[in-house]
């Protein structure tokens, strides 16, 4: 399995970006897809995760500006981030799990990308 992030870059506050994962190496149709970052120093955050259903669910401090949204056929998942702020900056890492659990612990996450650096300029 491997997962493969774009779309991260330095944007400034109250800007966008949408990030992409590109999944190859498994059927996406039983498998919990979801993005985390973790920024200098801190631990991973959880910032949502989606079933292949499109059942969501968001992190506390994300779901508001954050939104996740998945394309089987194009075996992509997508992060599109609005409103950005400095405390946003993170690598943003993209996950997956088999089975429709949707956990906000990394630990349950068996596949990983090698994330995507997202700076926010005041």
């Known amino acids: 399995v491997q997962l493969v992030e774009s779309g991260g870059g330095l944007v400034q506050a109250g800007g966008s970006l949408r990030l992409s994962c590109l999944v190859s190496?498994?059927?996406?149709?039983?498998?919990?897809m979801a993005w985390f970052r973790q920024a200098g120093g801190k631990e991973r955050e959880f910032a949502a995760a989606i079933w292949s259903s499109g059942f969501q669910f968001y992190g506390d401090s994300m779901r508001d500006r954050f939104t996740i949204s998945r394309n089987n056929a194009r075996r992509t998942v997508y992060l599109q981030m609005n409103t950005l702020k400095p405390e946003d900056t993170a690598v943003y890492y993209c996950?997956?799990?088999?089975?429709?659990?949707?956990?906000?612990?990394?630990?349950?996450?068996?596949?990983w990308g090698q994330g995507t650096q997202v700076t926010v300029s005041s």
């Open positions: 996950a997956a799990k088999y089975g429709p659990m949707l956990y906000a612990q990394s630990a349950q996450y068996e596949h």
């Open positions: 190496g498994v059927t996406l149709n039983n498998v919990t």
